[in-house]
């Protein structure tokens, strides 16, 4: 869970954290809207920005969950959800591998 308040800006980063990069990032906007910017896996090449409102869902996955993305800039009092306005994202993201993709040195998992 992320706050940003009205003079906030994310700039163009890669989520990375996880240990593994095959499940997607989910991203919920809430509060007042916000100017997204998504770009490629690189830092080479167009970026496309669109405004996100409260409730929107965003999905990094597939060939686009390395992109670059960030926020330039938040729309003050577009949203009365909080009282003294501001923007929550609520980042869901897996950060371990599933138990059944870890396999012991035997090659079995042990798992019934």
Same mark, same amino acid.
């Given at each position: 869970?992320?706050?940003?308040?009205?003079?906030? /800006?994310? @700039?163009?980063?890669?989520?990375?954290?996880?240990?593994?990069?095959?499940?997607?990032?989910? +991203?919920?906007?809430? @509060?007042? =809207?916000?100017?997204?910017?998504?770009?490629? #896996?690189?830092?080479?090449?167009?970026? /496309?920005?669109?405004?996100? /409102?409260? @409730? =929107?869902?965003?999905?990094? @996955?597939?060939?686009?969950?390395?992109?670059?993305?960030?926020?330039?800039? &938040?729309?003050?009092?577009?949203?009365?959800?909080? /009282? #003294?306005?501001?923007? &929550?994202?609520?980042?869901?993201?897996?950060?371990?591998?599933?138990?059944?993709?870890?396999?012991?040195?035997?090659?079995? +998992?042990?798992?019934?």
């Amino acid at each position: 869970v992320n706050f940003y308040a009205a003079d906030a /800006k994310m @700039g163009l980063h890669q989520d990375r954290d996880e240990q593994d990069f095959d499940a997607p990032v989910v +991203s919920v906007s809430l @509060g007042d =809207d916000c100017l997204f910017r998504v770009g490629q #896996n690189t830092r080479e090449g167009g970026t /496309k920005s669109f405004r996100l /409102k409260s @409730g =929107d869902v965003v999905v990094l @996955g597939g060939e686009g969950r390395l992109a670059f993305h960030g926020v330039d800039r &938040i729309y003050p009092a577009t949203s009365a959800l909080l /009282k #003294n306005g501001g923007r &929550i994202n609520l980042t869901l993201r897996r950060v371990t591998v599933p138990a059944e993709a870890v396999q012991p040195a035997g090659g079995r +998992s042990g798992l019934t």
